[in-house]
């Protein structure tokens, strides 16, 4: 059973800096895509930045500049790193992967537990 889990949240002041660290744990299978995913009080759950096993990224408009995704495909890690973060960057975020178990043909969505990220004065 493969399973996502998150670190690295936490309180931060606006302007500073957070990483987000996702490692897929278990073995027989591979990972397409690996994204972060946030959702704020009240809001829905929002694509923040997306990453393929091809290297391609995508962000969300609101955090173009301030934020990279990155990946470590051996270790099965996905990280997010954050800068100047502002106080509407304040929500859970959540490790999402597109996996596929060896010898068989369709894909698995799979979800971390989530991390929460605080950014106030």
């Known amino acids: 059973q493969v399973q996502l889990a998150e670190s690295g949240g936490g309180l931060v002041q606006p302007g500073g800096s957070l990483r987000l660290s996702c490692v897929a744990s278990?073995?027989?299978?591979?990972?397409?895509?690996m994204n972060w995913y946030r959702q704020a009080p009240g809001k829905e759950r929002e694509l923040v930045a997306g990453?393929?096993?091809?290297?391609?990224?995508n962000y969300a408009d609101s955090v173009k500049g301030r934020f990279i995704i990155s990946r470590h495909n051996a270790n099965k890690t996905v990280y997010l790193q954050m800068n100047s973060l502002k106080p509407e960057d304040t929500a859970v975020y959540y490790c999402?992967?597109?996996?596929?178990?060896?010898?068989?043909?369709?894909?698995?969505?799979?979800w971390g537990q989530g991390t929460l990220v605080t950014v106030s004065s």
């Open positions: 999402n992967a597109i996996i596929r178990y060896w010898g068989r043909f369709q894909s698995v969505e799979l």
């Open positions: 990453s393929t096993s091809g290297g391609s990224t």
């Open positions: 278990g073995s027989g299978f591979s990972i397409n895509n």
